[in-house]
């Protein structure tokens, strides 16, 4: 990668930020709850019990899936459309616990006895907050790998409305033509951080980093002018450019992936940078369904195949696909290959960012 061109703006607030989501790492507010929609299987025949020796999944003990975030998010919903489809495909018992704090939640699963009754599923931010020294639990030492799931999906590229450039390519012209001038709505340490991090470095534009952590802000920020680009759900990009409050150059999503996969028809200006020219401007941010380290190999496997039914299942699929995220089930050799391949992302980014802090 080329060395990152990137100013930040606000450093005292970036470094409070940054030490905020550190010491929230200590606070859990475990909520359990069930699967929306299910109830946990309490015996009987179910139409997959007959194979279920085979698939892994501890059967005699309840199964807690752990959200390693609020109740109503992308990822908390996601892990209940899996709980459900253990509930019914195979018979299982399964409660779904959500932690406030990320961190927390990682430590809980990594902490776990490794008997497959712990279980999350984890994004990059597991990646990102040991990268940059904001938690200690490792992703690539701390948990066994069972399989790579769905796609996160696109992330939108929303300008002000009045923008002078109307697509990517105008955009990079602009900045390169006025360097350090356009501002770059972000929090201190996230995904959206790596994201920029990432446009800056392979295309050699620099870009001002002001602190705009949540989406409203965001949204709110560009309707207003005060931020020159931010990154939003589609579905609010849609909304808020047809009311005229934004107009959007572009999506970002993973290697090879096109507008095409998402579920609704998106217009043209939404297809990804690798779309429009940009090979390099590519982010993967997969979804992995993780267990404490030190499992057992064979279960590991039998797991893994297991999934694969859970997600192919119509109603898990759909239900994927309906919070934006690509549906998919990878098997370890592939999990493997795309886990690795996204963390040595994410650490080459850190360091183009003065960002990583591990040896």
């Known amino acids: 990668m080329k060395k990152t061109m990137y100013r930040f703006l606000l450093t005292g607030a970036v470094a409070a930020a940054m030490m905020a989501v550190t010491a929230c790492g200590g606070k859990s507010e475990p909520a359990p709850t069930q699967a929306a929609g299910t109830q946990a299987a309490a015996g009987g025949e179910t139409q997959a019990e007959a194979a279920a020796d085979d698939i892994g999944f501890p059967k005699g003990e309840t199964i807690t899936l752990v959200v390693p975030g609020k109740a109503g998010g992308g990822s908390d919903l996601g892990i209940r459309y899996y709980s459900e489809g253990l509930n019914r495909i195979y018979g299982l018992k399964t409660t779904v616990t959500n932690y406030d704090s990320n961190t927390v939640g990682h430590q809980t699963v990594a902490n776990a006895k490794p008997d497959g009754t712990t279980l999350t599923v984890a994004t990059s931010a597991l990646n990102i907050q040991y990268i940059t020294g904001n938690a200690e639990v490792n992703p690539m030492e701390d948990f066994t790998l069972i399989a790579c799931l769905q796609d996160n999906g696109f992330s939108t590229l929303a300008v002000p409305a009045d923008a002078p450039y109307d697509d990517f390519a105008g955009f990079v012209e602009y900045a390169k033509a006025h360097p350090g001038e356009l501002n770059a709505g972000m929090p201190a340490a996230g995904a959206n951080t790596f994201l920029f991090g990432m446009i800056t470095s392979t295309?050699?534009?620099?870009?001002?980093?002001?602190?705009?952590?949540?989406?409203?802000?965001?949204?709110?920020?560009?309707?207003?002018?005060?931020?020159?680009?931010?990154?939003?759900?589609?579905?609010?990009?849609?909304?808020?450019?047809?009311a005229g409050k934004l107009k959007v150059i572009g999506t970002v999503s993973s290697?090879?992936?096109?507008?095409?996969?998402?579920?609704?028809?998106?217009?043209?200006?939404?297809?990804?940078?690798?779309?429009?020219?940009?090979?390099?401007?590519?982010?993967?941010?997969?979804?992995?369904?993780?267990?404490?380290?030190?499992?057992?190999?064979?279960?590991?496997?039998?797991?893994?195949?297991?999934?694969?039914?859970?997600?192919?299942?119509?109603?898990?699929?759909?239900?994927?696909?309906?919070?934006?995220?690509?549906?998919?089930?990878?098997?370890?050799?592939?999990?493997?290959?795309?886990?690795?391949?996204?963390?040595?992302?994410?650490?080459?980014?850190?360091?183009?960012?003065?960002?990583?802090?591990?040896?």
């Open 255 to 359: 290697d090879g992936t096109t507008i095409s996969q998402y579920p609704e028809a998106l217009p043209d200006n939404y297809k990804t940078l690798q779309e429009q020219g940009f090979e390099d401007c590519v982010i993967s941010v997969f979804h992995y369904l993780l267990g404490p380290a030190g499992m057992d190999e064979t279960i590991v496997a039998n797991m893994n195949a297991a999934m694969k039914a859970v997600c192919e299942d119509e109603t898990v699929n759909s239900g994927i696909a309906s919070i934006g995220n690509i549906p998919g089930w990878h098997d370890l050799a592939e999990s493997k290959e795309i886990h690795d391949g996204e963390y040595a992302q994410f650490v080459e980014i850190a360091k183009d960012l003065d960002m990583y802090v591990q040896e």
């Open 203 to 242: 295309t050699g534009i620099e870009l001002n980093s002001v602190e705009c952590a949540s989406e409203s802000d965001r949204l709110t920020n560009l309707a207003g002018g005060f931020i020159d680009i931010g990154v939003v759900g589609v579905g609010n990009a849609l909304e808020y450019e047809k």
